[in-house]
């Protein structure tokens, strides 16, 4: 739309009918619209109306490139959501003012939360890139909305340490989430989840985000059928339990991944003949076993963690993973893979408890009633202990082969106009005798 001051009328060659007296509508004229709207709105008291208004004000302003001006409108929604001036940078004290009426969906509602988290997730996704605190301080806000629209009923778990594995099955049992007198967009609720969750993966907060990837995958799953939405959900749900320290989470989320398993099916009459053959292989029966679980309280080298282990290394995605997942985000599946493995090689090792070793008798008193014994490593004990450092070294030598070839693999696929023994585009080291490159590439 052209940056005019005015509705200017339809003229004789334009998309517009003149006949009726219809006008195309200038993008100045639409956000003095959105003003007049919002003032109304404040005057009348309509909170939630006014978050709306300013909300799509903002999606206005961006659409025309003012990312500055945009900002502002979604900062200002956020603030009509609770009533309060500069929401995000008091969020801790909104949630503990709010914590006497049992949270801040009881306090506020669900519109208001999700509202909430839908300006959030513009202004994370959008608006605060050059601001490293605020971007991490609204992300964070995010997350304990997030958290918050699990306070609704007590099936739920009430902690974000407690949702590394949470899937849940319905939000709010007595509320519509979405259509009907709700304004929510199933749209603005998933990007918004997607935002602050890899905001604060990165910025070293994956616990936090936990909730709002739990959120993500259960709109992506049961309200939009979505199967690749719920497949970027459990990426993000891999690298966050990555960063949290919960490796089993990590390896059972990627073999759901690699074996493509519990994926909505793709919606019937999808235009493309992929995702028609995509959606034919959802139904193929899984295997009976599952997959193999990784115990996390036992070391990676473990014969009990062996299975998911080999599973994690070998398997492939199959031919129609391409198809629901897209190409960029079966890469990132690799990434995340070799992450993990390398994650699991990077352990500390743990050490078997020593054999019981041979007791000596070292002297007698004179008495001959009382012996000093002392306790000896012996020679079978070290050699027990060796043998566990040798097992244990050879398990993290195949992670780390195993990383390496993923890695390799997705490099080939990447750049397979590279040839091995050429020099990158622009280095200036030579290619050296065994066919690699220095330098970095």
Not at 61 to 89: I, M, N
Not at 150 to 174: C, I, K, M, N
Not at 197 to 214: N, Q, S, Y
Request: hydrophobic letters at 45%; a neutral charge.
């Amino acid at each position: 739309l052209p940056n005019a001051d005015s509705v200017r009328p339809a003229t004789a060659g334009s998309d517009t009918d003149g006949d009726d007296g219809r006008g195309v509508v200038t993008a100045g004229a639409a956000l003095r619209a959105y003003a007049v709207a919002a003032e109304l709105c404040r005057a009348k008291g309509e909170r939630g109306l006014l978050a709306d208004c300013l909300l799509e004000a903002g999606e206005l302003a961006f659409g025309l490139g003012s990312v500055g001006r945009a900002a502002e409108l979604w900062g200002e929604s956020l603030d009509a959501c609770f009533f309060a001036l500069g929401a995000a940078d008091a969020w801790e004290s909104l949630c503990t003012a709010a914590a006497p009426s049992g949270g801040m969906l009881q306090a506020h509602g669900w519109q208001a939360c999700g509202r909430g988290l839908s300006a959030l997730g513009r202004l994370v996704a959008h608006g605060l890139h050059a601001d490293g605190r605020a971007h991490t301080v609204h992300a964070r806000f995010g997350g304990a909305l997030a958290l918050a629209l699990f306070g609704g009923s007590v099936q739920h778990p009430q902690r974000a340490a407690d949702f590394p594995s949470y899937v849940p099955t319905e939000l709010l049992p007595s509320e519509p989430l979405f259509g009907g007198a709700s304004p929510l967009r199933e749209v603005a609720v998933l990007g918004a989840c997607a935002a602050c969750a890899h905001a604060l993966v990165l910025g070293g907060r994956a616990v936090e985000a936990m909730p709002l990837i739990a959120l993500y995958e259960h709109v992506a799953s049961h309200h939009c059928a979505d199967p690749r939405r719920v497949a970027h959900a459990r990426l993000l749900r891999a690298r966050a339990a990555l960063g949290a320290g919960r490796l089993d989470v990590a390896v059972g989320t990627l073999l759901r991944l690699l074996r493509v398993a519990e994926l909505p099916a793709t919606p019937a009459g999808a235009p493309s003949a992929a995702a028609d053959v995509a959606r034919a292989s959802l139904t193929d029966p899984e295997p009976a076993d599952g997959a193999p679980r990784f115990h996390s309280h036992l070391p990676p080298g473990s014969p009990d963690n062996a299975p998911a282990l080999a599973a994690l290394a070998t398997e492939k995605l199959p031919a129609h993973a391409c198809a629901i997942y897209g190409e960029h985000l079966a890469r990132h599946v690799e990434l995340v893979r070799a992450a993990v493995l390398l994650a699991l090689a990077q352990t500390p090792p743990i050490l078997p408890a020593r054999a019981p070793p041979p007791v000596e008798l070292v002297a007698a008193v004179t008495n001959k009633k009382e012996t000093t014994r002392r306790p000896s490593l012996g020679a079978k004990g070290g050699a027990a202990i060796g043998a566990a450092v040798g097992a244990e070294a050879a398990s993290r030598a195949v992670l780390l082969t195993a990383a390496a070839s993923t890695l390799e693999a997705l490099l080939a696929t990447a750049v397979p106009h590279v040839a091995p023994s050429a020099p990158l585009a622009g280095s200036s080291h030579p290619p050296t005798a065994g066919g690699g490159k220095r330098g970095g590439g």
